[in-house]
């Protein structure tokens, strides 16, 4: 049972690089989103969706992007890669029609911009 | 705007002692609040609550819900050094499907 996969789970940018850091999940969650965490910043949501078309912007959406082609799968594209993007990135899903509001996170990517 | 506090930020006891890790939220539309534990890697979930005064518990770990203060507290009783993570509280925001967190607590337990 894999659960929500994360690849790569380090990876080091160059600034101005982009690159696609990939989610994907089995357990037929209906949401998926993507959340970056920072020392003293907690968990901040960067977009997320609620279905396979349907994405919407979190509260630090700037420089990245998203789309929702399948169920299973939520891509997150850094467009240009700036030193203030390095983190460490969780992929998180769940289920909306089941009455828990319990997320599974994948084992995150830690990123590097220099 | 919806807003998780939790608080202390940081706490650091020695083993066999009990603490008591908060959280208060302001959300509209409130359904939910939820624990999770965070080691090295991804957090993990605890618990999650709806209803006020109805206690969760896992082993040593409980959590109460007080919807009319709008908080939460999570006990940890007789810790030990496994115990030594971040703890993060999130809750729904109001009218939409995200999760909100509050930036965690960090707990450190030494032998």
């Known amino acids: 049972n894999a659960g929500v996969t994360q690849t790569p789970k380090f990876q080091v940018l160059k600034t101005g690089q982009s690159m696609t850091l990939q989610c994907a999940q089995d357990?037929?969650?209906?949401?998926m989103s993507w959340y970056r965490q920072d020392p003293g910043m907690g968990l901040r949501l960067i977009h997320y969706?609620?279905?396979?078309?349907?994405?919407d912007q979190g509260e630090v959406p700037n420089g990245y992007n998203v789309s929702r082609s399948t169920t299973e799968d939520f891509p997150l594209r850094l467009l240009s890669a700036a030193p203030s993007q390095t983190s460490v990135y969780f992929c998180?899903?769940?289920?909306?029609?089941?009455?828990?509001?319990?997320?599974?996170f994948g084992q995150g990517t830690r990123l590097t911009v220099v | 705007e919806d807003k998780v506090v939790q608080s202390p930020l940081s706490l650091v006891v020695h083993e066999g002692d009990t603490v008591t890790l908060n959280c208060s939220y302001e959300?509209?539309?409130?359904?939910?609040l939820l624990w999770y534990k965070q080691e090295k890697k991804a957090p993990t979930f605890l618990f999650m609550l709806?209803?006020?005064?109805i206690e969760k518990k896992s082993g040593r770990l409980s959590s109460i819900l007080d919807k009319k203060e709008l908080f939460s507290i999570l006990n940890i009783t007789a810790t030990q050094t496994g115990d030594s993570a971040v703890y993060l509280c999130?809750?729904?925001?109001?009218?939409?499907?995200?999760?909100?967190f509050g930036k965690g607590t960090k707990l450190t337990v030494n032998p």
């Open positions: 999130a809750v729904p925001k109001g009218g939409s499907e995200k999760l909100v």
């Open positions: 998180a899903s769940r289920f909306l029609t089941t009455g828990t509001d319990e997320a599974f």
């Open positions: 709806t209803s006020s005064g």
């Open positions: 959300v509209t539309n409130f359904r939910s």
């Open positions: 969706s609620v279905g396979a078309g349907i994405t």
């Open positions: 357990m037929n969650h209906e949401y």
